[in-house]
Structures are given as C-alpha cells and as structure tokens.
C-alpha cells in the first residue's frame, strides 16, 4: 500500500444533527462553561468522541498484541486556489499528543470490543497471539475561506483523518506471521459554508475517528475467523 494519503472517498459528515447542536458540541469541547477535566482530549472526553459501540459477535479465544501507533503523518501545506484560502489549524490545541490520544483511544475500542480474549501487555508478541500494527496517517483540521463567486467571504471547517491498520495472525508451523489485513480507513467531515465564525474542527475530528473505528473494527473481528475445513463427503 502506497504512502499516499487519498484526499476523496471518505464519507461527508456535514452539520450532521444540525448545526445548532453542532455548535453546541464545539462550544462545550472548548471549555466554554463546561467543566470537564480533560477538555480537549480525543480518548477523554466523551463530548468529542462518543465510542463506535461496537462488541464482535463471538470473541475470539486468542490474544492480541497492539504495536504501539506509529505517527506517519504528513504536514498539511497552508494554500489559496482560485477557489478557496486555507488556514491550517496547529495540534497545540489538544492536552495531549495526538499519536497519544489516539493510540489510547484505538486499544480501548479493541478491548471494549471484545473480539480478542485479552490484550497482551507484555514488551513483545508471542507466537500465538495476533499482532495489530496501526500508524496514523493523517489527523487534520483546517479552515476553508471562499475566494471568489457567489460564495466569497463564506467560511467552513475540515477535518480529516487517516488510519492504516494492519493485522498479522499467529506465527504458523513455518514459524511464519501472515497478513491477514491490511487497509487505510478514512474519513472526512466538514461544515457547510457559512457567513458564521468557523470552528476549531474539535467535533469535526471526534466524527471522523467515530466513523473510522465504526468501520475497522468489523474487519478486525473478519480476520480472527478461521475457516472450516469442509468434511469429506459419504460415500
């Protein structure tokens, strides 16, 4: 898979339940009168991501080890197009490192999940547990300005983000690991155009991760099932 982080494809979230109540979760999540102790924390605070829900149908009797996140994030280049000036927004806004929050927040959804009987928390994988490998390729947020036309002076607020995951069974009788999964999952969201001050993009991001983790941990759970051999028919 190539390095590439693809900028179309995802699902569009726009204003979502409306954009009142939009507005409403982003003026929460910056900590304009509401207490909370980690305001702005992915894995933390349950008003910018709400968990995916997701349990696995039946759990699989092996144990995983999740690779610590590896950051492969690309720098997201300030521009203006004929059409629109974008202003990137900085990750200082967040109480944590990215690559932490999100790390923190895909374990939980795993073991929340159950689709693994424990997750290893030991220095490295043993042979027979399964070993999820997961590097964030992109977690943006970004303003939109239009430049030109009917929609000059109108602003909106993207966010995008981008997981790969892969996933590698137990080590076989060859003493060898094979790829079960390996895939990007991705999504963006962003505020229809509007006259109005744009946001930061906070709630923006919880969706995206939502969506993704919605999406990634059914396919998790598809490479723990193990075919049945067929039986040999009677003769």
């Not at 494809?9 to 726009?14: C, L, P, V």
């Not at 001050?197 to 099932?225: F, N, S």
Request: proline share 7%; glycine share 8%; charged share 25%.
């Amino acid at each position: 898979m190539g390095g590439g982080v693809p900028r179309s494809g995802g699902r569009a979230f726009g204003s979502l339940r409306g954009s009142s109540s939009l507005a409403l979760l982003g003026y929460c999540v910056l900590g304009v009168g509401c207490a909370s102790p980690s305001r702005l924390d992915l894995a933390r605070n349950t008003l910018i991501y709400r968990t995916a829900g997701y349990v696995a149908p039946r759990q699989c009797p092996a144990p995983v080890f999740v690779q610590p996140l590896r950051d492969a994030r690309e720098k997201v280049p300030t521009f203006r197009d004929a059409s629109f000036d974008r202003t990137v927004y900085a990750d200082n806004i967040w109480e944590r490192p990215v690559p932490v929050m999100v790390e923190e927040l895909l374990v939980d959804e795993i073991e929340r999940s159950r689709i693994f009987a424990r997750r290893s928390t030991a220095g490295a994988p043993v042979d027979q547990e399964f070993v999820v490998e997961p590097s964030l390729l992109a977690l943006h947020r970004y303003r939109e300005a239009a430049a030109t036309g009917l929609e000059v002076g109108r602003r909106r607020t993207v966010a995008y983000t981008a997981i790969r995951l892969v996933v590698k069974g137990p080590v076989d009788g060859k003493g060898q690991r094979h790829v079960l999964l390996d895939r990007l999952f991705h999504n963006e969201a962003r505020t229809p155009l509007s006259l109005a001050r744009a946001e930061h993009g906070i709630a923006l991001t919880g969706q995206t991760l939502q969506v993704i983790l919605a999406e990634m941990l059914p396919k998790l759970y598809e490479t723990t099932i193990v075919p049945v051999p067929a039986l040999p028919a009677k003769r």
